[in-house]
């Protein structure tokens, strides 16, 4: 049984660069959520997808943040010209969708730092 | 907005000593409520939920009832270990069906052996 996955687990890079991130949920989940967790903090909703339909985003994404679930099966997250501001840990989670009980299941995430 | 409050920390507590940590919530309706734990390097990991009032989630040893005259959701304990020791964070997922989660700021338990 696999749980959700995320690559890389760290990533270094300049203020400037482009980043991308993947999440590969578990299997029959049709829920993806992104979220956003800095120091000392909860995680933070970025955007989910039903499927591969893109559902909601949080005004925490930016124009340079853009997030992908192609076929909907594994999510792509893209930061575009990454500031200081965006060093963070991202975290992917998965749900089976089913109502009030639906349980999100969490990735080990993706932490950034952005020299 | 909804939103959940946790008791800060850092919490130290010695090896075998009752543990409560503090969660109280803003929310309209009857939303679902969880709680999860992040040991060192990991990710969040489910500890226990409870989807309706009065409801008494349960796992590993931790308790948690859904209170809603009070709206709070406090995480028990009896006798904590060493390797209780970790972050946890407290969420609430609104009424209303497709909505991401809201979670507090965490609380950081040390259990000293």
């Known amino acids: 049984d696999t749980g959700v996955s995320q690559n890389p687990r760290h990533k270094i890079t300049k203020r400037g660069q482009n980043v991308t991130f993947r999440c590969d949920p578990i299997?029959?989940?049709?829920?993806l959520y992104w979220y956003r967790q800095t120091l000392g903090q909860g995680p933070e909703f970025l955007t989910y997808?039903?499927?591969?339909?893109?559902?909601?985003k949080s005004r925490l994404l930016s124009d340079r943040f853009s997030a992908e679930r192609p076929k909907g099966s594994f999510s792509t997250l893209e930061i575009q010209r990454t500031e200081q501001g965006d060093s963070a840990m991202y975290l992917c989670?998965?749900?089976?969708?089913?109502?009030?009980?639906?349980?999100?299941?969490f990735g080990p995430g993706t932490r950034l730092t952005v020299l | 907005g909804d939103s959940v409050t946790q008791m800060e920390g850092p919490v130290t507590l010695s090896e075998e000593a009752f543990l409560t940590i503090n969660c109280t919530y803003t929310a309209t309706g009857y939303p679902s409520l969880f709680w999860y734990v992040q040991y060192p390097g990991e990710g969040l990991q489910l500890l226990l939920k409870?989807?309706?009032?009065?409801d008494k989630g349960s796992n590993k040893g931790f308790e948690a009832t859904y209170r809603k005259e009070t709206t709070s959701f406090h995480l028990e304990k009896g006798s904590v270990q060493v390797s209780d020791s970790a972050v946890y964070f407290c969420a609430l997922k609104p009424a209303g069906g497709n909505t991401p989660l809201v979670f507090g700021k965490g609380t950081r338990l040390s259990v000293i052996a």
């Open positions: 997808f039903q499927n591969e339909a893109q559902l909601e």
């Open positions: 989670a998965s749900s089976l969708g089913s109502g009030l009980a639906d349980t999100q299941y």
């Open positions: 299997s029959e989940h049709n829920r």
């Open positions: 409870a989807t309706k009032a009065d």
